[in-house]
């Protein structure tokens, strides 16, 4: 009898560490989309914020305040390019990815780095020339503005929705993504923002503004290749070197953020269009090789 009920005990036991490791699996799920969350929060706090900026402009109110909400803004839309960030990693680092899991970053990403930059590239960087100029022909800034800061948000959509496609194939190049991704994409509006924070008013800057904003959107949708640093393993050993390095840009970024920022956000923007000049150029990889995250 006692090894029937040591069996039984076994039994017993091996069915409750399956059912534990089952609960732990699917806490597992749930914690790469806390981080798309805290994306997704970032994004509506920097549509608000840019909406209560533009609110000040149009009140009259001082320009402080509203250069201190845009930036705001800006650094929502920094931060939720951290969380999106996180989320990929950490999925792919506890084995925790999954169909939904990608949806709903892709959802997140449509509103923190798609309709937030949008309204943030038009709130700060045209709607205040507008306003300022009192030559006759600058109202045409208006319509054009929202024709480009939409083409930037459908070109984001439109990117989006074809790395969820092309990444479902076999054959993925880890390496590269295909198109400028999209929180690069309004990384660097947000870095610009927070650079020079004291929105645009002079007309000429308006429209070189607009131009880089239908620049970002042509990139998204381009065939242009991007480093995914998907094969950048965080579990191998490495350098003591490497964490000094780490520990140097993270000092710098919390000092001197606002220049720091835009040198890392325009770099990473323009190390796509090197592969376009003589001698630089490499043939760009079939449609379904694209990196497996975004």
């Known amino acids: 009898m006692e090894p029937a009920a040591s069996k039984h005990l076994n039994n017993n036991e091996g069915t409750e560490t399956v059912a534990n490791n089952h609960r732990l699996r699917r806490g597992m799920y749930v914690l790469p989309s806390l981080f798309t969350v805290g994306t997704l929060i970032c994004g509506y706090y920097a549509t608000l914020t840019t909406v209560q900026a533009a609110q000040l402009l149009a009140g009259g109110a001082a320009s ?14 920094g931060l939720a390019i951290l969380f999106d960030g996180l989320d990929g990693r950490i999925a792919r680092l506890t084995n925790a990815t ?20 949008g309204l943030l590239a038009y709130s700060w960087g045209v709607r205040p020339a507008i306003d300022a ?16 800061t939409f083409a930037y948000l459908i ?18 190049d880890r390496r590269y993504f295909v198109g400028l991704p999209i929180p690069a994409a309004a990384g660097v509006i947000a870095a610009v923002v927070h650079w020079a924070k004291d929105p645009l008013t002079d007309w000429p800057l308006a429209l070189l503004w607009l131009l880089a904003t239908l620049a970002l959107a042509f990139l998204m949708v381009s065939r242009v290749r991007y480093s995914s640093f998907k094969a950048l ?23 001197y953020s606002e220049p720091v920022l835009l040198v890392m956000a325009l770099t990473y923007a323009l190390s796509g269009l090197v592969h376009l000049f003589p001698g630089k150029a490499r043939p760009s990889p079939p449609a379904h090789e694209e990196a497996k995250a975004q």
Request: aromatic residues 12%; contains cysteine.
């Open 133 to 148: 100029s009192v030559a006759p022909w600058t109202h045409h800034l208006r319509p054009v503005g929202w024709i480009i």
């Open 64 to 77: 402080t305040l509203a250069a201190n909400s845009f930036d705001s803004a800006a650094i929502a839309i």
């Open 233 to 255: 393993d965080l579990r191998r050993r490495r350098p003591y070197v490497t964490i000094i390095f780490i520990g140097l840009i993270i000092w710098a970024i919390i000092f």
């Open 98 to 117: 999954s169909n939904f899991g990608r949806e709903f970053d892709s959802l997140a990403d449509v509103i923190a780095f798609g309709l937030a930059p």
């Open 155 to 172: 070109c984001g959509a439109a990117r989006l929705a074809r790395f969820n496609i092309e990444s479902a194939k076999p054959g993925v």
